[in-house]
């Protein structure tokens, strides 16, 4: 593997997407990935050999590519995430749009809560695409939390960070819109093995993957201002579940939407 071109050949034959080999070589010399396309015949040196040689390595043994490069794009922004926070996910995407939805016919300046934060990539999506809006993020994992502060002082937006377990360090503080992709992942998921890279913590949710959305249910309405909405995101199968959960928590309207694929993906309701 000594130039560029011989990297991607290397990339090929251990089974890496070319899109992902082209960004771990952009990353190694330190060039934009249009760079790399068009200069196939350039050496490496001995260090960008040996970062190459291990990254593609560890690529193609499954770990997430944004771990091993350090960030990844969300909703317009680009997130710092390393081991220990959940890569976000474009699926995600969904929930921020409804949640803007839902802040558009909020009154002015509104009072909005993330749950379960991760590297902050819903509450800073909002704070961004909703200047108005003052935002409040809370997290367990003070891993998660850190990389969430980091990257809103690099964007450069204002949340409020807290440390605690869901709504446990809210007080009696209330608000128009709380939002929740928390962990949804049942403790025996066989899809397990391929997310053994991400933290336990931000997968698994009990016997049946709902332990957490149940909690959050059960706490959320009296952190909740009146004609406030909940928007929970969960696995597809997951919609009639919540849906029953929402509605017996006394939620009204309660409804499901689909990510990009057609699966219903977010449940939410208002009380
Ligand atoms: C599925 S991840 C979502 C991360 C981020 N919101 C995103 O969409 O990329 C769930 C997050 O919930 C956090 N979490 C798990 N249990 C929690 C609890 N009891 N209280 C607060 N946060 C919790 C995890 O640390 C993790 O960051």
Redesign the pocket.
Known sequence: MNTIAEALQTARERGLESLDAQLLIAQAVRRPRSWVLAHGETPLTESQRETLTVHLQRRAEGEPLAYLIGQKEFYGLTLGVSAGV?V?RPD?ETLVDWALECLAAAPPQPEVL??????G??ALALAHACPTARVCA????ET?LQAARDNAMRLALQVQWLA???CSPLGERRFSLIVS???YVADRDPHLQALRHEPA???LAGADGLD?IRTIVSQAPKHMLPQAWLLLEHAHAQAPAVAQLLRGAGFIDVTSRADLSGEPRCTGGHL
């Open positions: 959940l976000p995600t993330d749950l379960g934060t991760g590297s990539a819903i809370v997290d367990m994992s998660a605690g377990d869901w992709n928390p962990p913590q931000a997968l957490a």
